[in-house]
Protein backbone atom coordinates (compact mmCIF):
# COMPACT_ATOMS: atom_id res chain seq x y z
CA UNK A 1 0.00 0.00 0.00
CA UNK A 2 1.23 3.51 -0.52
CA UNK A 3 0.10 6.75 0.71
CA UNK A 4 -1.29 8.81 -1.83
CA UNK A 5 -0.60 12.57 -2.68
CA UNK A 6 -3.55 14.71 -1.69
CA UNK A 7 -4.82 17.33 -4.18
CA UNK A 8 -5.28 21.02 -2.46
CA UNK A 9 -8.02 23.68 -3.50
CA UNK A 10 -6.74 24.99 -6.22
CA UNK A 11 -6.20 22.01 -8.36
CA UNK A 12 -8.57 21.36 -11.23
CA UNK A 13 -9.24 18.24 -10.44
CA UNK A 14 -11.14 18.80 -7.58
CA UNK A 15 -13.66 20.84 -10.02
CA UNK A 16 -13.57 18.03 -12.53
CA UNK A 17 -16.68 15.83 -13.23
CA UNK A 18 -16.08 12.24 -12.40
CA UNK A 19 -16.88 9.39 -13.96
CA UNK A 20 -19.05 6.70 -13.32
CA UNK A 21 -16.87 3.05 -12.34
CA UNK A 22 -17.98 0.06 -14.04
CA UNK A 23 -18.80 -2.88 -12.27
CA UNK A 24 -16.34 -5.08 -13.95
CA UNK A 25 -13.30 -2.55 -12.94
CA UNK A 26 -14.11 -2.93 -9.11
CA UNK A 27 -12.84 -6.29 -9.19
CA UNK A 28 -9.78 -5.43 -11.03
CA UNK A 29 -6.38 -4.87 -9.13
CA UNK A 30 -5.34 -1.36 -10.02
CA UNK A 31 -8.93 -0.61 -8.29
CA UNK A 32 -8.41 -2.82 -5.21
CA UNK A 33 -4.99 -1.36 -4.88
CA UNK A 34 -6.52 2.32 -5.50
CA UNK A 35 -8.86 1.82 -2.73
CA UNK A 36 -6.33 0.21 0.04
CA UNK A 37 -4.41 3.08 -0.77
CA UNK A 38 -6.81 5.36 -0.53
CA UNK A 39 -7.96 3.85 3.50
CA UNK A 40 -4.26 4.10 3.56
CA UNK A 41 -3.77 7.90 2.82
CA UNK A 42 -6.92 9.10 4.88
CA UNK A 43 -5.54 7.32 8.14
CA UNK A 44 -2.28 8.10 7.55
CA UNK A 45 -3.55 12.31 7.62
CA UNK A 46 -6.58 11.25 9.91
CA UNK A 47 -9.24 11.90 8.07
CA UNK A 48 -12.95 10.68 8.62
CA UNK A 49 -13.50 10.56 4.34
CA UNK A 50 -11.49 11.10 1.00
CA UNK A 51 -12.63 10.95 -2.10
CA UNK A 52 -10.88 10.29 -5.72
CA UNK A 53 -10.64 13.58 -7.36
CA UNK A 54 -8.70 14.71 -3.73
CA UNK A 55 -6.01 11.83 -4.92
CA UNK A 56 -6.32 13.02 -8.60
CA UNK A 57 -8.23 10.23 -9.56
CA UNK A 58 -11.82 11.41 -11.56
CA UNK A 59 -14.09 8.21 -10.61
CA UNK A 60 -17.24 8.46 -8.16
CA UNK A 61 -15.31 6.79 -5.39
CA UNK A 62 -14.91 7.68 -1.76
CA UNK A 63 -13.84 6.08 1.61
CA UNK A 64 -14.90 7.24 4.88
CA UNK A 65 -14.43 6.00 8.29
CA UNK A 66 -17.76 5.48 9.32
CA UNK A 67 -20.16 3.87 12.28
CA UNK A 68 -23.28 3.96 10.76
CA UNK A 69 -25.09 3.66 13.86
CA UNK A 70 -23.28 6.91 14.96
CA UNK A 71 -21.79 5.59 18.20
CA UNK A 72 -18.89 3.96 17.80
CA UNK A 73 -15.61 3.89 16.72
CA UNK A 74 -15.42 4.24 12.41
CA UNK A 75 -14.48 1.21 9.74
CA UNK A 76 -13.50 2.50 6.71
CA UNK A 77 -16.18 1.90 4.30
CA UNK A 78 -16.13 1.88 0.89
CA UNK A 79 -18.70 4.06 -1.81
CA UNK A 80 -18.63 3.41 -5.44
CA UNK A 81 -21.09 5.46 -7.86
CA UNK A 82 -23.08 6.59 -4.03
CA UNK A 83 -26.10 7.90 -4.70
CA UNK A 84 -27.35 10.57 -1.75
CA UNK A 85 -31.21 11.18 -0.78
CA UNK A 86 -31.70 13.50 1.76
CA UNK A 87 -34.73 11.81 4.29
CA UNK A 88 -35.44 15.05 5.85
CA UNK A 89 -35.95 18.66 4.61
CA UNK A 90 -34.22 20.13 7.21
CA UNK A 91 -30.59 21.99 7.32
CA UNK A 92 -28.21 21.50 9.93
CA UNK A 93 -25.20 23.68 10.57
CA UNK A 94 -21.77 21.33 11.41
CA UNK A 95 -18.16 21.91 11.37
CA UNK A 96 -16.41 20.44 8.74
CA UNK A 97 -12.62 20.44 7.67
CA UNK A 98 -11.37 18.72 4.56
CA UNK A 99 -7.70 17.23 4.09
CA UNK A 100 -7.80 19.22 0.28
CA UNK A 101 -8.29 22.63 2.69
CA UNK A 102 -5.84 22.17 5.75
CA UNK A 103 -5.87 23.97 8.76
CA UNK A 104 -9.46 25.10 8.06
CA UNK A 105 -12.68 24.51 9.49
CA UNK A 106 -16.53 26.31 8.44
CA UNK A 107 -19.80 25.34 9.04
CA UNK A 108 -21.64 23.80 6.52
CA UNK A 109 -25.42 23.13 6.54
CA UNK A 110 -26.05 19.39 5.23
CA UNK A 111 -29.22 17.28 5.56
CA UNK A 112 -29.26 15.47 9.39
CA UNK A 113 -30.66 12.03 8.08
CA UNK A 114 -30.20 10.48 4.42
CA UNK A 115 -30.38 7.40 2.27
CA UNK A 116 -26.66 6.25 0.59
CA UNK A 117 -26.98 3.50 -2.15
CA UNK A 118 -23.53 2.48 -3.12
CA UNK A 119 -21.87 -0.27 -4.54
CA UNK A 120 -18.59 -1.99 -2.14
CA UNK A 121 -15.45 -3.22 -3.18
CA UNK A 122 -16.77 -6.36 -4.35
CA UNK A 123 -19.57 -4.66 -6.90
CA UNK A 124 -22.39 -5.25 -4.44
CA UNK A 125 -25.15 -2.97 -3.92
CA UNK A 126 -25.86 -1.71 -0.71
CA UNK A 127 -27.81 0.86 1.42
CA UNK A 128 -27.57 2.70 4.21
CA UNK A 129 -29.75 4.94 6.21
CA UNK A 130 -27.08 8.16 8.18
CA UNK A 131 -27.93 9.98 10.58
CA UNK A 132 -26.44 13.26 11.77
CA UNK A 133 -22.41 13.48 11.34
CA UNK A 134 -22.00 9.80 9.28
CA UNK A 135 -24.75 11.57 7.34
CA UNK A 136 -22.42 14.44 7.31
CA UNK A 137 -19.66 12.42 6.43
CA UNK A 138 -21.38 11.14 3.07
CA UNK A 139 -22.60 14.16 2.01
CA UNK A 140 -19.53 15.93 2.30
CA UNK A 141 -17.64 13.16 0.27
CA UNK A 142 -20.34 12.60 -2.43
CA UNK A 143 -19.93 16.49 -3.41
CA UNK A 144 -16.07 16.19 -4.07
CA UNK A 145 -17.46 13.74 -6.80
CA UNK A 146 -19.45 16.43 -8.12
CA UNK A 147 -16.70 19.38 -8.03
CA UNK A 148 -18.53 20.28 -4.79
CA UNK A 149 -16.02 21.70 -1.61
CA UNK A 150 -17.24 22.69 1.70
CA UNK A 151 -16.78 26.40 1.19
CA UNK A 152 -19.48 26.21 -1.74
CA UNK A 153 -22.37 24.86 0.81
CA UNK A 154 -21.68 27.62 3.43
CA UNK A 155 -24.80 29.95 4.06
CA UNK A 156 -22.06 33.13 5.15
CA UNK A 157 -17.95 32.79 5.65
CA UNK A 158 -18.68 34.11 8.82
CA UNK A 159 -17.39 31.04 10.93
CA UNK A 160 -14.20 29.74 8.84
CA UNK A 161 -11.53 29.46 11.48
CA UNK A 162 -8.02 28.01 11.11
CA UNK A 163 -7.38 24.95 13.10
CA UNK A 164 -5.13 26.62 16.28
CA UNK A 165 -8.19 28.97 16.95
CA UNK A 166 -10.50 25.91 16.41
CA UNK A 167 -8.92 24.30 18.78
CA UNK A 168 -8.78 27.30 20.76
CA UNK A 169 -11.91 28.64 21.14
CA UNK A 170 -14.80 26.24 18.97
CA UNK A 171 -13.35 22.82 19.46
CA UNK A 172 -16.06 19.77 21.03
CA UNK A 173 -14.66 16.46 21.27
CA UNK A 174 -14.79 14.89 18.09
CA UNK A 175 -14.71 17.50 16.05
CA UNK A 176 -11.06 17.55 14.94
CA UNK A 177 -11.00 15.30 11.95
CA UNK A 178 -10.91 16.34 7.77
CA UNK A 179 -12.87 14.84 5.45
NI1 LIG B 1 -13.13 17.05 1.66
Given at each position: ?????????????????????DKHEIRTEVFQKLVDDMIETMEE???????????????????????????????????????????????????????????????????????????????????????????????????????????????????????????????????????
Amino acid sequence: MSILKVARMGHPVLRARTRVIDKHEIRTEVFQKLVDDMIETMEEYSGVGLAAPQVHEGKRLFVALLDPSGRGEGEPMVFVNPEITPLSDARVDGWEGCLSIPDIRGRVPRAPHVKISALNREGKRFELELRDFPARVVQHEADHLDGVLFFDRMRTFESLTFMEEFSRYKAQPDEEDDE
